[in-house]
């Protein structure tokens, strides 16, 4: 079992990355409410602003919706290729402090500093310096989580945002974990909280208090890892230039659907974004996954491999189509829907007369 205090991770999160960005280049955003995204009737809010968040305003969520949360809301087309130059400034920072970094995503990263590249800095001390370069550089704030493991530096940088830093020391961990509600914890979502909250789990304390067979027996083989969060222990390391094996997007509806046109319009903007992603990343993949959550949150997933690299859109939409079709007729009411990309790979190293074409 690993020991407490063995090493030093930071886990930094940009504060409303997108819309911070825009609000940072139009100050006629500054301190107004700010989604990025499209602001049709079937739009989805990419992200939002810390004024927009105070109205229920959060990614993922319909732009019908974000406006009757909030009327006043102003709606921001993205532009990827600034936000992605901005986390390479980002990164380039935190280079300067370690080369153990795990980009997450744009925005957001954990760094091992347990032995830096500058002087001898405390790991806080590390992560405010990394707080004071980046807002210098680039007029934004980030929030920072330290800790002695992955698990507990995210929970910390999540605890004081926006423009927050939050240290667990090693003789904290656990309690800090068993005083949380198992809905706080990252990686349990609201079904399997449920799910805990049913079987008399509600905080850390209750989850540390299960054996690890009946956590197996429960919920399969990521028990192992629910066990171990409970007793505040994680042995992931920081994996530098981590291969990302998918990339998927997903949408809960306000009202269970059950008409195959009103899916495949939910499913549009879904099938964009994860392309948008592949386009600013560089990356084609061969596997389309299409996820369906029904009413009684029975999940199911449909998958197809091509044999070529899909590098349209067209194709990817036409696939995705086709699984939803196969579905048909539906047997309930679809409350999520989420498609994905899978079997990555960069489109340098693909050769000519490997691509499959919407031609």
């Known amino acids: 079992m690993e020991q407490p205090g063995t090493r030093k991770i930071i886990h930094i999160d940009m504060d409303a990355f997108y819309a911070s960005v825009e ?19 079937r739009g989805v809010v990419a992200a939002a602003s810390y004024e927009a968040r105070k109205y229920g305003v959060r990614s993922a969520m319909a732009s019908s919706i974000a406006l009757r949360k909030c009327p006043d809301l102003l709606f921001v087309k993205p532009r990827f290729d600034v936000y992605k130059a901005v986390s390479s400034q980002i990164r380039a920072i935190f280079a300067q402090f370690t080369s153990l970094i795990e980009p997450l995503s744009l925005d957001e990263a ?7 590249l500058t002087d001898q800095r405390t790991a806080t001390q590390t992560a405010q310096a ?31 945002k926006p423009d927050g830093l939050f240290v667990i020391k090693p003789h904290q961990g656990l309690a800090f974990v068993e005083g949380l509600t198992v809905g706080q914890f990252h990686g349990i979502g609201s079904v399997t909280a449920a799910k805990m909250n049913q079987l008399g789990i509600f905080t850390g304390l209750d989850l540390r208090q299960k054996s690890e067979a009946f956590l197996l ?30 990339v998927g997007s997903e949408n809960t509806f306000e009202q269970d659907l059950t008409d195959y046109a009103d899916l495949a319009t939910e499913l549009e903007p879904l099938i964009k974004s994860v392309w948008a992603y592949c386009e600013r990343m560089g990356l084609v993949g061969r596997t389309v996954t299409l ?16 044999l070529s690299v899909i590098a349209d859109q067209s194709v990817f939409a036409r696939i995705s189509l086709d699984l939803l079709a ?5 047997p309930k009411g679809v409350r999520l829907l989420g498609v994905s990309l899978s079997s990555l790979q960069p489109i340098a190293t693909v050769q000519g007369g490997q691509l499959t074409l919407g031609i």
């Open 326 to 330: 196969s579905l048909l007729p539906l």
């Open 291 to 306: 996820k369906v959550k029904y009413a009684d949150f029975q999940q199911i997933t449909r998958s197809r491999t091509s």
């Open 23 to 41: 609000q940072r280049d139009n100050p006629d955003l500054r301190g107004k409410p700010v989604a990025v995204g499209g602001s049709r009737q």
């Open 130 to 160: 990394i707080k004071e370069q980046i807002k210098q550089e680039t007029g934004l704030t980030a929030s920072a989580g330290v800790s002695y493991n992955k698990f507990l530096a995210k929970l910390a940088s999540d605890y004081r």
């Open 217 to 246: 027996d429960h919920f399969g083989k990521v028990g192992h890892h629910y066990y171990s969060i409970a007793r505040a222990i994680d042995t992931r390391p920081v994996t530098p230039d981590r291969e990302r094996k998918s």
């Open 110 to 116: 954990y760094l091992d500093v347990t032995d830096t």
